[in-house]
């Protein structure tokens, strides 16, 4: 009598195939073959077992090319080496660097930090992207020049922040870029179902650090306008997706591995789909700047002459075959898409220039191509917080409205710059003291030959989100 004790004994391991393995060999049995015969059966078609991908046990060198000054600088960078310590751990990281924007972006060990790049091999990481996949910067240079409150008069009426639709502007005809990319969205398992956030989330910026940015090019004079957001809700999506396949995947090849950490096998099946999927959305966050923008040109009654975009929160492949994971940096590197102008935008805060950059004739290998995304942060939002309530003597209650329009009195608006916050309530955690010092990023990008600085727009006026509470913190009416 066979059962589960004799496939024990015959060195079959208790699993999710014991079950069938069983039922096999009942039936097996009962068309008359020995023991012998079906141990020797069950073996052939028993899948071999996958062989565990080792955790590394110590981590492997990593370029660090941050400075840190004072205490709180000094801090963020013992945080953001002790993440990258970790993550470079996981098996399938060849390299990685630190840019000087580095923060950290997780409390979970080994979680990639804002600023920080690593090259896998057949490996795409959906935690090392984040759920803002492509995140990125775009900017459209005009043919004559306009007072920067007329361009923030219809850029507020034009583009939107925070929750929901885009409220200015007219859904009933899509445009055909849109529809073209949409159609290809029920022939991918990471995209199916998802159209409705491509349709609906055109024309939005989201919350946060992204915004709209006006002002002037040093070189020339001439008025730009500048956009910062990624794929929104769209991207959220593809990010969970992507993620709970890549946490199904790592957990079977690799379970000593922390699940944010979790990886597809970039050239299997799967792996292939996801891919796509990025190109998909990313083709997706460049068409919505650029509707925006165009949108902009109309209103304005204003030529665009000039623009080029870039991502900083993506997965690039290079000629050596790995894949290089940005969160939140710039690539630095000719040809790293086949929309790459030659130059990238690094923004700094809403009071500070956004640089315009290129590569160096002879990049900086060890940085592995890639320069700052932005300026980046040396304390959290609420710690940056909880420092302005301890410089404005604030009780339990924080600052006031008084005491804010003082902050952003003195950090923006004294400067000249027209600072408007979508929701009507200024964001503290976005006004430039929350930043690290952008003169201090922008030497240190100089310093390390990151990337080459070409040019620069300064600064006039900027819209972000402003502090939007989430909609669950919303009192319900009284009855």
């Given at each position: ?128 992207h984040s759920a803002d996949i492509c995140c990125s ?256 003597g604030a009780d339990s209650r924080g600052l006031s ?79």
């Amino acid at each position: 009598m066979i059962n589960g004790n004799t496939l024990i004994e015959w060195g079959f391991e208790p699993g999710p195939l014991f079950g069938q393995m069983l039922r096999d060999a009942k039936a097996l049995a009962e068309i008359g073959m020995t023991n012998e015969m079906i141990r020797e059966e069950l073996r052939m078609r028993t899948p071999a077992p996958v062989p565990e991908i080792a955790y590394r046990t110590n981590s492997i060198p990593f370029n660090v090319f941050l400075d840190a000054e004072n205490d709180d600088e000094r801090a963020n960078k013992a945080a953001v080496e002790a993440h990258m310590d970790v993550l470079m751990r996981v098996p399938t990281i060849k390299h990685g660097a630190v840019m000087p924007d580095a923060c950290p972006s997780g409390s979970a060990p080994g979680t990639i930090p804002v600023g920080g790049v690593v090259a896998a091999e057949n490996a795409i990481h959906p935690g090392f992207h984040s759920a803002d996949i492509c995140c990125s910067m775009a900017i459209s240079v005009f043919k004559r020049d306009m007072p920067i409150s007329t361009v923030m008069d219809t850029a507020m009426k034009t583009t939107h922040f925070g929750f929901g639709l885009n409220p200015h502007h007219d859904r009933s005809e899509l445009p055909p870029a849109l529809v073209g990319l949409v159609n290809q969205f029920a022939d991918n398992p990471f995209l199916k179902d998802l159209e409705r956030y491509a349709v609906d989330l055109l024309l939005t910026q989201g919350d946060g650090n992204h915004f709209l940015y006006v002002g002037h090019l040093r070189s020339t004079g001439q008025l730009a306008l500048v956009t910062h957001h990624g794929s929104r809700g769209l991207g959220a999506q593809l990010y969970k997706r992507g993620m709970a396949a890549a946490q199904k995947h790592t957990a079977k090849v690799a379970p000593r591995v922390p699940l944010h950490n979790a990886w597809l096998e970039a050239f299997s099946e799967s792996g292939q789909h996801y891919w796509k999927a990025l190109q998909i959305v990313r083709e997706w966050t460049r068409l919505n700047h650029f509707a925006l923008h165009r949108l902009m040109q109309q209103r304005l009654g204003n030529a665009i002459v000039h623009q080029f975009w870039n991502e900083h929160n993506f997965v690039f492949q290079k000629s050596d075959g790995l894949f290089y994971h940005a969160k939140g940096a710039t690539p630095a590197y000719k040809g790293f898409s086949s929309d790459d102008s030659g130059q990238t935008l690094i923004p700094l805060n809403m009071a500070e220039p956004i640089l315009i950059a290129s590569p160096w004739p002879v990049m900086r290998p060890t940085a592995l191509e890639f320069a700052p995304h932005g300026a980046g942060r040396n304390l959290s939002r609420s710690g940056h917080m909880r420092k302005l309530a301890e410089e404005f003597g604030a009780d339990s209650r924080g600052l006031s409205a008084r005491d804010k329009l003082a902050v952003a009195m003195r950090e923006v608006t004294a400067r000249g710059v027209d600072a408007r916050f979508y929701c009507g309530h200024i964001d503290l955690s976005e006004l430039p003291s929350a930043y690290k010092n952008a003169q201090a990023v922008q030497a240190q990008i100089e310093k390390y030959r990151l990337a080459h600085i070409d040019d620069m727009v300064l600064p006039g006026g900027a819209i972000m989100a402003g502090d939007i509470q989430p909609t669950w913190r919303k009192k319900k009416p009284a009855k």
